[in-house]
C-alpha cells in the first residue's frame, strides 16, 4: 500500500475511533443494542489501527527511550489494555450483537469492570489524542494571535470539560466507587455529545501540556549542553 493513501486510511480510521467513542459514551442516546454494535464496530477499527500502526510495535526495542517516548508508551500501552478489558466485559453482558458470550464473566464483575475500563479508555484516549497533537500541527503557520486564540478556546473548553468530569461523578466510575452509571433521562442528545467532546478536550489539553513541558525541557536541556564558546558568534 503506497504511504500517501496508507496515511489517509490512517486518518480515517482515527477520526471514526474518536467519533464512535464519542457515540459508546453517550450510551442515553443510543440505547443497548447500538451501544452493543457500536462496541463491536469499535473493537474492529481498534484492530485496524494497530494493523496500520504495525510499524510502532517493531520500533519498541529500537533506539533511546526519552521522557516523551516513555509517557507515550505508557499511555498507549493503558490504552489498549483498558479498551481490551472494555470489550471484553462488554461481550460478557452482551443481549445483542454476542449474546453466545454473555456470561463468561460474573455479570457483576463485568458491569463494574466495564463502566470503570470505559471511562478509563475515554479518558486516557484524550490524553493519546493530546500527546500527538504538537505533531500534527507542527507543520501549521499561525500568527501568534491565532495561536494564542485557539490556545485560548482550548483551555477554556478544557476548563469546562473538568468540571463536568467532577460533576458528572466521572471520578466515582473510574476508581470502582460505583457499580452502576446514573444518567439524566431527560438531558439533550446534543448536550450528552457536547459534554462528553468537552471531557475529552479537557485531557486531550491536558495531553498536550505535558508534550509541551517534555519538549521545552528538553530544548533547555540541549542548550545548557552546549559548552559557551560554541554559543557565541
Known amino acids: 500500500m503506497q504511504t500517501g493513501r496508507k496515511n489517509a486510511i490512517r486518518k480515517i480510521v482515527d477520526v471514526l475511533m474518536t467519533v464512535l467513542l464519542l457515540c459508546l459514551m453517550a450510551y442515553q442516546v443510543t440505547g443497548e443494542t447500538l451501544h452493543e454494535w457500536g462496541g463491536i464496530a469499535m473493537t474492529g477499527l481498534l484492530v485496524v489501527h494497530h494493523v496500520l500502526n504495525f510499524k510502532w510495535y517493531r520500533s519498541l526495542f529500537k533506539g533511546r527511550y526519552n521522557a516523551y517516548r516513555i509517557v507515550t508508551l505508557a499511555v498507549n500501552t493503558l490504552l489498549l489494555a483498558s479498551i481490551a478489558l472494555t470489550a471484553l466485559c462488554g461481550m460478557a453482558m452482551s443481549s445483542h450483537a454476542a449474546p453466545f458470550l454473555y456470561g463468561m464473566f460474573p455479570i457483576s464483575f463485568a458491569r463494574r ?119 557565541q558568534t
Not at 212 to 222: D, E
Open 113 to 231: 469492570f466495564h463502566l470503570a475500563m470505559s471511562f478509563w479508555s475515554f479518558l486516557l484516549m484524550g490524553l493519546h489524542l493530546g500527546l500527538h497533537v504538537p505533531a500534527m500541527t507542527a507543520g501549521f503557520r499561525w500568527s501568534g494571535k491565532t495561536k494564542i486564540a485557539v490556545a485560548t478556546v482550548f483551555a477554556a473548553v478544557s476548563g469546562v470539560g473538568l468540571w463536568l468530569f467532577v460533576k458528572n461523578g466521572i471520578p466515582d466510575y473510574i476508581f470502582f466507587r460505583t457499580p452502576f452509571a446514573f444518567f439524566d433521562p431527560d438531558k439533550a442528545a446534543a448536550l450528552v455529545f457536547l459534554e462528553n467532546l468537552a471531557i475529552l478536550v479537557s485531557f486531550a489539553f491536558i495531553g498536550v501540556g505535558t508534550a509541551s513541558c517534555i519538549k521545552a525541557a528538553r530544548r533547555k536541556k540541549t542548550r545548557t549542553a552546549v559548552p559557551p564558546s560554541q554559543t
